[in-house]
Nanobody, 123 residues
Framework: QVQLVESGGGLVQPGGSLRLSCAAS????????IGWFRQAPGKEREGVSC????????YYADSVKGRFTISRDNAKNTVYLQMNSLKPEDTAVYYC????????????????WGKGTLVTVSS
Protein backbone atom coordinates (compact mmCIF):
# COMPACT_ATOMS: atom_id res chain seq x y z
CA GLN A 1 0.00 0.00 0.00
CA VAL A 2 1.28 3.46 -0.87
CA GLN A 3 2.27 5.41 2.22
CA LEU A 4 4.16 8.55 3.19
CA VAL A 5 5.12 8.88 6.85
CA GLU A 6 6.51 12.08 8.36
CA SER A 7 8.63 12.08 11.51
CA GLY A 8 10.93 14.36 13.48
CA GLY A 9 8.46 16.91 14.76
CA GLY A 10 8.35 18.07 18.35
CA LEU A 11 8.79 21.01 20.71
CA VAL A 12 11.76 23.29 20.15
CA GLN A 13 12.79 26.72 21.46
CA PRO A 14 13.03 29.73 19.15
CA GLY A 15 16.35 29.66 17.33
CA GLY A 16 16.57 25.89 17.56
CA SER A 17 16.66 23.25 14.84
CA LEU A 18 14.74 20.17 13.76
CA ARG A 19 15.08 17.72 10.90
CA LEU A 20 11.90 16.27 9.45
CA SER A 21 11.86 13.02 7.49
CA CYS A 22 9.38 11.78 4.91
CA ALA A 23 9.67 8.04 4.32
CA ALA A 24 7.89 6.40 1.38
CA SER A 25 6.72 2.80 1.21
CA UNK A 26 4.85 0.86 -1.46
CA UNK A 27 6.49 2.88 -4.24
CA UNK A 28 9.78 4.59 -5.10
CA UNK A 29 10.31 8.33 -5.19
CA UNK A 30 12.46 8.38 -8.33
CA UNK A 31 9.80 9.85 -10.63
CA UNK A 32 8.20 12.20 -8.12
CA UNK A 33 8.83 15.68 -6.93
CA ILE A 34 8.43 15.93 -3.17
CA GLY A 35 6.85 18.92 -1.48
CA TRP A 36 6.63 20.01 2.13
CA PHE A 37 3.52 21.88 3.26
CA ARG A 38 2.43 23.23 6.61
CA GLN A 39 -0.85 24.18 8.21
CA ALA A 40 -1.24 26.27 11.35
CA PRO A 41 -4.50 26.23 13.35
CA GLY A 42 -7.21 28.24 11.59
CA LYS A 43 -5.08 28.82 8.49
CA GLU A 44 -4.88 27.39 5.00
CA ARG A 45 -2.29 24.81 4.07
CA GLU A 46 0.70 26.45 2.41
CA GLY A 47 3.67 25.22 0.42
CA VAL A 48 7.04 25.43 2.17
CA SER A 49 9.58 23.70 -0.05
CA CYS A 50 9.97 21.12 -2.80
CA UNK A 51 12.62 19.14 -4.64
CA UNK A 52 12.26 17.85 -8.19
CA UNK A 53 12.65 14.27 -9.38
CA UNK A 54 15.00 14.91 -12.31
CA UNK A 55 17.78 17.39 -11.60
CA UNK A 56 17.17 17.88 -7.89
CA UNK A 57 16.28 21.54 -8.24
CA UNK A 58 14.71 23.08 -5.16
CA TYR A 59 12.19 25.74 -4.23
CA TYR A 60 11.64 27.57 -0.95
CA ALA A 61 8.90 29.89 0.19
CA ASP A 62 10.17 33.36 1.06
CA SER A 63 9.23 32.82 4.70
CA VAL A 64 11.75 29.97 5.11
CA LYS A 65 14.42 30.85 2.56
CA GLY A 66 17.89 30.76 4.08
CA ARG A 67 16.71 28.79 7.12
CA PHE A 68 15.34 25.53 5.69
CA THR A 69 17.05 23.01 3.42
CA ILE A 70 15.33 20.19 1.53
CA SER A 71 17.18 17.09 0.36
CA ARG A 72 16.44 13.58 -0.87
CA ASP A 73 18.06 10.18 -0.54
CA ASN A 74 16.56 7.90 -3.17
CA ALA A 75 18.49 4.90 -1.85
CA LYS A 76 16.57 5.26 1.42
CA ASN A 77 13.36 6.36 -0.31
CA THR A 78 13.32 9.35 2.02
CA VAL A 79 13.15 13.14 1.80
CA TYR A 80 14.35 15.48 4.54
CA LEU A 81 13.64 19.02 5.63
CA GLN A 82 16.35 20.56 7.79
CA MET A 83 14.89 23.51 9.72
CA ASN A 84 17.24 25.98 11.40
CA SER A 85 16.70 29.27 13.23
CA LEU A 86 13.13 28.30 13.98
CA LYS A 87 10.58 30.98 14.83
CA PRO A 88 7.23 30.77 16.63
CA GLU A 89 5.60 31.52 13.26
CA ASP A 90 6.90 28.16 12.02
CA THR A 91 4.57 26.33 14.41
CA ALA A 92 2.32 24.08 12.32
CA VAL A 93 1.58 20.54 11.24
CA TYR A 94 4.04 19.70 8.48
CA TYR A 95 3.05 17.41 5.62
CA CYS A 96 4.98 15.84 2.79
CA UNK A 97 3.37 15.06 -0.55
CA UNK A 98 4.29 13.84 -4.03
CA UNK A 99 3.64 14.94 -7.59
CA UNK A 100 4.97 13.58 -10.87
CA UNK A 101 8.02 15.29 -12.30
CA UNK A 102 8.52 18.93 -11.49
CA UNK A 103 7.71 21.09 -8.48
CA UNK A 104 4.45 23.01 -8.72
CA UNK A 105 3.68 22.80 -4.98
CA UNK A 106 -0.07 23.20 -5.35
CA UNK A 107 -2.28 21.58 -2.74
CA UNK A 108 -4.81 20.39 -5.32
CA UNK A 109 -2.11 19.04 -7.62
CA UNK A 110 -0.38 16.62 -5.27
CA UNK A 111 -0.84 12.87 -5.65
CA UNK A 112 -0.07 11.31 -2.26
CA TRP A 113 -0.03 12.84 1.21
CA GLY A 114 1.35 11.87 4.58
CA LYS A 115 -0.63 12.41 7.77
CA GLY A 116 1.65 15.13 9.12
CA THR A 117 3.97 15.77 12.05
CA LEU A 118 3.53 18.61 14.54
CA VAL A 119 6.25 21.23 15.01
CA THR A 120 5.87 23.59 17.96
CA VAL A 121 8.31 26.49 18.39
CA SER A 122 7.90 28.05 21.81
CA SER A 123 9.83 29.11 24.88
Amino acid sequence: QVQLVESGGGLVQPGGSLRLSCAASGFTLDYYAIGWFRQAPGKEREGVSCISSSDGSTYYADSVKGRFTISRDNAKNTVYLQMNSLKPEDTAVYYCATELGSCYLRVKGMDYWGKGTLVTVSS
